[in-house]
T-cell receptor, first 113, second 118 residues
């Protein structure tokens, strides 16, 4: 069965700092990978996704993630965070068809002005 | 993107009563919907996969007689928490994928339902 690990549970950054959130998954086959964001009081929204092709994917709001197959990783990055990026970030993996989307435990990001 | 709507957004019920939560795909047809439960400070845990016109597939440890799922149409799935108890208090979230069996599709999420059982 697939699983997803997010190593950072709570990250505090100052505005303009660079961000990298770790995500590792366990599944030997073809995967789809996602990062979702949940702003305070709002529902989950898709930040970016990787299905196939070039391993560096760009999402909304300046976020990007790199799929490294050999490391089973899909880390999320942003060069310069803003206060409005304060939210909880979930990495997720899907292994196709009707298969479920499995979520990591989430990382709470707090950006200090 | 596609829109998934959940109703109600929050509900308070007495212990022993049943509560129904609706999940609708507003601008697409969803042959498959998913029901998640999110405990405070934890991730989303998949409860069951709801398939239109057939029985839901429940994850291990989820009581199918307690969490009744009905997916009567291509745009509506319902989750009924029967004989609710305080430990059922949680945040319930549904999602639906555009494209059904296709692998390369993303899931869209409802806004969630906060259930409080008193």
């Amino acid at each position: 069965a697939q699983s997803v690990s997010q190593h950072n549970h709570h990250v505090i950054l100052s505005e303009a700092a660079s961000l990298e959130l770790g995500c590792n998954y366990s599944y030997g086959g073809t995967v789809n990978l996602f990062w979702y964001v949940q702003y305070p009081g709002q529902h989950l929204q898709l930040l970016l996704k990787y299905f196939s092709g070039y391993p560096l994917v760009k999402g909304i709001k300046g976020f990007e993630a790199e799929f490294i197959k050999s490391k089973f990783s899909f880390n999320l990055r942003k060069p310069s965070v803003q206060w409005s990026d304060t939210a909880e970030y979930f990495c997720a993996v899907n292994t196709g068809g009707y298969q479920k989307v499995t979520f990591g435990t989430g990382t709470k990001l707090q950006v200090i002005p | 993107g596609a829109v998934v709507s959940q109703h109600p957004s929050w509900v308070i019920c007495k212990s022993g009563t049943s509560v129904k939560i609706e999940c609708r795909s507003l601008d697409f047809q969803a042959t498959t919907m998913f029901w998640y439960r999110q405990f405070p400070k934890q991730s989303l845990m998949l409860m069951a996969t709801s398939n239109e016109g057939s029985k839901a597939t429940y994850e291990q440890g989820v009581e199918k007689d307690k969490f009744l799922i009905n997916h009567a149409s291509l745009t509506l799935s319902t989750l009924t928490v029967t004989s609710a108890h305080p430990e059922d208090s949680s945040f319930y979230i549904c999602s639906a994928r555009v494209g059904g069996r296709q692998m390369n599709t993303e899931a869209f999420f409802g806004q969630g339902t906060r259930l409080t059982v008193v």
